[in-house]
């Protein structure tokens, strides 16, 4: 018989994070160790955060992108466990720590583990490659619920980064995040960012290329977490026992790299 995966969950007391402890504990493909508050945080079911790391194989993160690069640089530390990041709102440098981490430690880092998701990215990206930036302008809307701290959220980013890619640009060159005032012409090429804040709203994001006389409209619609925590668990099995490195959901679900 093979035993079961020692998973752990940073973020335990979120939404994500009470999503998916369940949802691990019904599974026998895990064993779980603990969820993790925040330093110091004691409770029911509430593991220290230095146990954790000593005693799993797969942490999973849905903390924020501070919280998740600290994690990381400790994983690493410590020559494990495997790490499944979840959480968004990153800056930079938390990327090149996360990064660094990976050259010791697996870590599959995905702001959406939502297979529907992740095939859309593939549709941006195509979409992107396939229609000329001079008459076709990309603009991609999210709308999340009003307790998100992070915007553009990590979706909107991961679907602006496979445009910029479908036009072989990136997407800093590119971006506008937000408009407001006497903006001027919308200059041909830019990638734009439009977020809304409002109510339960579990996550919608769209990407729109627009002419002319036409528009495409690519979408998503979410309307429960446990799908993004079940997704969370096949990354979870995925990357037990893998070698250090950076995966992505595409490595989970087979999807090509160059995303054709
Ligand atoms: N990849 C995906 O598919 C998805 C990703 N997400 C992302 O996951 C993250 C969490 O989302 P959600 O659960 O809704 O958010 P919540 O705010 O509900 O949960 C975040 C949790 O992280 C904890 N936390 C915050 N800072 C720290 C810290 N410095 N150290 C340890 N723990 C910390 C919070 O603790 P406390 O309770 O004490 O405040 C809280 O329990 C977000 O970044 C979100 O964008 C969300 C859904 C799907
Ligand atoms: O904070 C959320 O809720 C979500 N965050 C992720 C993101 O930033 O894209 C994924 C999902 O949209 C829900």
Known sequence: MISPIKVAVAGANGRMGRTILPLLAADPAFAVIGGIGRPGSVGEGLIDR???????????????????????????????PALVIGATGFEPDEIQRIAAAARTIPILRSGNFAIGVNI???????????????????????????????????????????????RGVSLASVERRGRDGVTGERPPGEIGFAVLRAGGIVGEHSVLFAAAEEVVTLSHSAFDRGMFARGALAAARWIAGRAPGEYGMRDVLGLTAGRE
Request: hydrophobic share 55%; charged share 15%; aromatic share 2%.
């Open 50 to 80: 230095a146990a954790a790391i000593a005693a799993a194989d797969v942490i999973l993160d849905f903390t924020t992108g501070n919280a998740a690069a600290e994690l990381a640089g400790l994983c690493a530390s410590a020559g494990g």
């Open 120 to 166: 859309l990215v593939g549709l941006v990206a195509q979409a992107a490659r396939a229609l000329p930036a001079h008459g076709w302008d990309i603009e991609i809307l999210e709308a999340h619920h009003n307790r998100k701290i992070d915007a553009p959220s990590g979706t909107a980013l991961m679907l602006g980064e496979a445009a910029a890619e479908g």
